[in-house]
């Protein structure tokens, strides 16, 4: 990282500092200086580092974008404030954050279960600072992946704090809306979700920014699922075509909990999703799907680990993509079954529909296996449409790029199909069909 690049995060926290949340909390002043010397030494993840060797950040580190500090304001022109009722989904619990703020004006929080908790991390940093300081240092002291995840809680800001009592099961997803509304700003979001045992949630993270603005998103998602408690995690990207977007997701499984994530990224000119799981205890379950669709020059990168830590786990990944143009996508799953989780089932699939001669993709599965009792298995495929099938679809009276785009169609709603969240399964296929050539749009 160049001495200037270093310079501006040095200059913008000390001129932020006195303003971040919690700010006269000691121990979280500590790891926010902790977190900046790290990512002083360093830096921006590079090309030579083998999670990277895909995706270059040169352009996000040439770029000065201002860190945004949490103001929450009544004052949203018309537009903006249509923008958040177009995309709320119906019959959720709202979370509304405008550049990197929380806004309850426009949040819409219903009637919540008798010991649920659902606010603003900022808020709550504020209010009731003791419940949060094991969660946000758990990982904090020692682990930091990349210079993007020190920055985060160098400069982390506002988020959502949600905590399922034990046995709770809410009736209603949570949305939490993370929309952008200016150019030339970095926010660094961060959530909490503790979802106590026997208890159930889903969640609905969505980033999304007005067109044309170019901005850097960089957030992290931390979750903690306590004994059979069951957790969904829906994430939805949707920035500007000339956004930035880097985010990480860390689930934490104890005892016969279960975990349903899809990532879906749509947007952004340049996105990396880091997914980590730790099935920690024995009789856990996961399953990970993801869909990106790609095009122009956009370039989406999916990194996926799963531990096996712990005897009788079981975790299932599925991810597909569709490139077109001259984009570019990423995907390595790992999966590391460890020396102790005997009786571990995993399995792993990538698949890749190439739209055009100039669309790349570079998939990596990988398998870790430390212990001789498992059931184990990978596997990626990259391609195009079938010939043949066009062919059948155009005998049956249906013009070539109506066939085209209605294979594409199937091949991605295999991936919404599996949602359990109704709303969010019908805005994804409205999105996917907004993809498509106009034929194919009004398909039941």
């Not at 201002?66 to 903006?80: F, R």
């Not at 399995?347 to 498992?374: C, F, G, M, W």
């Not at 062919?391 to 066939?403: E, I, V, W």
């Not at 594409?408 to 996917?432: D, H, K, N, Q, Y």
């Amino acid at each position: 990282m160049s001495a200037s690049g270093l310079e501006h995060y040095l200059a913008e926290f000390d001129r932020v500092e006195a303003a971040l949340p919690g700010r006269r909390l000691g121990w979280l002043a500590h790891a926010r200086r902790q977190a900046l010397d790290h990512f002083a030494q360093a830096g921006f993840p590079t090309l030579r580092q083998e999670d990277w060797k895909y995706t270059s950040v040169a352009a996000l580190e040439r770029s000065r974008f201002a860190v945004t500090l949490p103001q929450a304001g009544d004052g949203l022109d018309a537009a903006v404030a249509a923008r958040i009722e177009a995309l709320a989904l119906a019959g959720a619990h709202l979370l509304v954050f405008v550049n990197g703020a929380h806004q309850p004006r426009w949040s819409r929080i219903g009637a919540l279960p008798a010991g649920m908790e659902l606010a603003s991390l900022a808020a709550t940093l504020e209010r009731a600072p003791d419940c949060l300081e094991a969660l946000l240092l758990r990982r904090a002291s020692d682990y930091y992946p990349s210079g993007f995840a020190a920055l985060n809680m160098a400069f982390m800001t506002d988020g959502a704090y949600i905590r399922v009592a034990p046995g709770t099961v809410p009736e209603q997803p949570i949305h939490l809306l993370f929309l952008a509304t200016a150019g030339e700003l970095a926010t660094h979001a961060r959530n909490l979700v503790v979802a106590q045992a026997g208890s159930q949630v889903c969640i609905v993270e969505h980033h999304a920014g007005l067109d044309g603005l170019g901005y850097c998103t960089n957030t992290i998602t931390d979750i903690v699922a306590e004994r059979d408690a069951q957790v969904e995690h829906h994430k939805l990207q949707q920035e500007s075509l000339k956004a930035f977007h880097i985010a990480g997701v860390n689930l934490d499984q104890r005892q016969g909990s279960r975990f349903t994530s899809s990532s879906f990224a749509l947007g952004s000119a340049l996105a990396r999703v880091d997914i980590e799981v730790g099935l920690n205890a024995e009789h856990t379950e996961c399953s990970l799907d993801g869909l990106y669709m790609t095009a122009g020059r956009q370039h989406i990168d999916h990194h996926t680990r799963i531990d096996h830590a712990s005897p009788h786990s079981k975790s299932r990944e599925l991810y597909k993509g569709v490139l077109a143009g001259a984009s570019r996508a990423v995907f390595n799953g790992k999966v590391v079954v460890h020396a102790d989780a005997q009786h571990s089932d995993a399995h792993q699939s990538n698949r890749n529909l190439l739209l055009s001669d100039q669309a790349e993709v570079d998939t990596k599965p990988q398998l870790e296996i430390y212990a001789d009792d498992v059931k184990c298995g990978h596997g990626a495929t990259v391609g195009q449409l079938d010939a043949e099938q066009i062919y059948y679809l155009r005998s049956r009276g249906m013009d070539a790029a109506a066939a085209r785009a209605l294979l594409t169609f199937a091949f991605a709603e295999e991936v919404v199909r599996r949602l359990g969240s109704a709303p969010l399964r019908t805005r994804l296929e409205t999105l996917l069909r907004g993809k498509l050539p106009e034929p194919v749009k009004e398909l039941p």
